[in-house]
Each structure stands twice: as C-alpha cells, then as structure tokens.
C-alpha cells in the first residue's frame, strides 16, 4: 500500500528545545494531518492541512502542507515535558480510488522524549 | 459528549481462547476502523468499515473478524488462529464523505495472551 516515510523515527531533547519532524510520500497527498499519541493512549488530531503551502499554527505547534504536495512539516517550540509522545503523520492519497477512499494513509510515527 | 470508547482497556487472555474487544461511537460517524500498534510501532489496520453491514480486511486480517450491525458499534475477534495477539488495539471513526478531517480514536485496549 501507500507508504508514508516519517523522519525522524525518535528523538531525545531537552525541555526548551524546538523540535521539527516532516513527513515525505512519492505521491500527491490532498489533505496532510498530524496527530500525537500520549503512552497509553488513543491519538488525539492537533493539526489538518488541506491547501499546498498552508501553514497553520496550534498554540506552540505549527504544521505546513509542502508546495509539491508531497510532504508535511511539523515544529514544536520551546518543548516541555508534556510534549513527550508519539507524533504520527496522515493523508489521503490524490490518487486514492475504489477500496482506497475513505482511508487514510498513516506514518510510522516519531517518538519525542523531553529531558527535563 | 459524543466521543469513541472502547472496553476494556485491559485485558488478559489463555492462548487459544477467542476474545472480543467493544468499541461504541456516539458521534454518527459512518466509517470505523480497527488498528494493531505494537510497542514502539506505527498503526496497522486491521479491518474497516464504510457502511453497516458491510467490512472491508486491511492490511492485517489474517486471525481477526470483525461485525458491523449497527453504525454505532464495530467489535473486533482476535481468533485463536491470531499467531502474536498480544498488542495495543484502537478504534476509530470518521464521516465517510469527509475522512479528511481526520479519524477520531479511542483510548484503545492492550491485550496480553499469557
């Protein structure tokens, strides 16, 4: 199926630090989403993305939809100790069709560790 | 409020004991969805389901089934035949028409087969 690449797999940092992590596909995506995952816990949606060049805040998070289409960004600032999770990336494929829509296409996920 | 749940949120079985794990939605969604995610690991769906009485398998069916006889409910199998159960399952849902705005998702159910 639809391979989303997610980059960094991990990442180790002090609380303070600005964190970046993108998300890359071969294909055109219509809609980027990011969602972060507490331990334990269900993903919870943070930001949705929907025009190439959208850039769009939440609070210390800001996601940009790439002008190719084709990626995703997403920076964190001034990390604190709750910021620790997983962040996955989400799409919907332009091309997707038939048994394909309606489901979206998610990342392998980037695991945030904040040192306080 | 409307929202997912899922139920149990632990739960402990025999090997090659059949168990079913409940997911309830209130938020009219059309579409549910079931996912494995295993320590450390991405979500990898298992089955889905766009409409009542109709399912689709998803990348990982083999040793699951699952039912959909109401839009509210879509419970999840894990059969005997299921090789590595032991995992974190989640639940979610979206409007079929709108996916786009995301899937919501429950607070899952982590299964350990002893």
């Known amino acids: 199926g639809q391979q989303l690449n997610q980059s960094p797999q991990s990442m180790f940092i002090q609380e303070g630090e600005d964190v970046s992590m993108n998300c890359t596909s071969s294909s055109i995506f219509n809609t980027w989403l990011w969602y972060k995952q507490d331990p334990g816990e269900g993903p919870v949606l943070l930001i949705a993305l929907y025009k190439a060049g959208e850039l769009t805040s939440n609070g210390r998070l800001t996601a940009q939809f790439g002008i190719t289409r084709k990626d995703s960004f997403l920076n964190i600032s001034a990390s604190i100790p709750s910021d620790v999770g997983i962040y996955f990336c989400a799409g919907q494929p332009s091309n997707a069709g038939g048994t394909s829509y309606g489901k979206l296409t998610f990342g392998q996920g980037t695991i945030l560790t904040v040192h306080p | 409020d409307g929202g997912i749940t899922q139920s149990p949120k632990y739960l402990f079985r025999k090997e090659g004991q059949n168990v079913t794990l409940s997911c309830e939605q209130n938020l009219n969604h059309d579409a549910m969805y079931w996912y494995r995610q295993d320590p450390g690991q991405g979500l990898r769906l298992i089955y889905y389901?766009?409409?009542?009485?109709?399912?689709q398998k998803g990348d990982i069916a083999e040793g699951y089934s699952v039912s959909r006889e109401k839009k509210e409910s879509f419970p999840l199998t894990v059969t005997s035949a299921q090789k590595n159960p032991t995992a974190f399952y989640l639940c979610a849902s979206s409007w079929f028409a709108e996916f786009n705005y995301g899937y919501t998702f429950g607070s899952g159910t982590r299964l350990t087969v002893v």
């Open positions: 389901s766009q409409i009542v009485n109709d399912f």
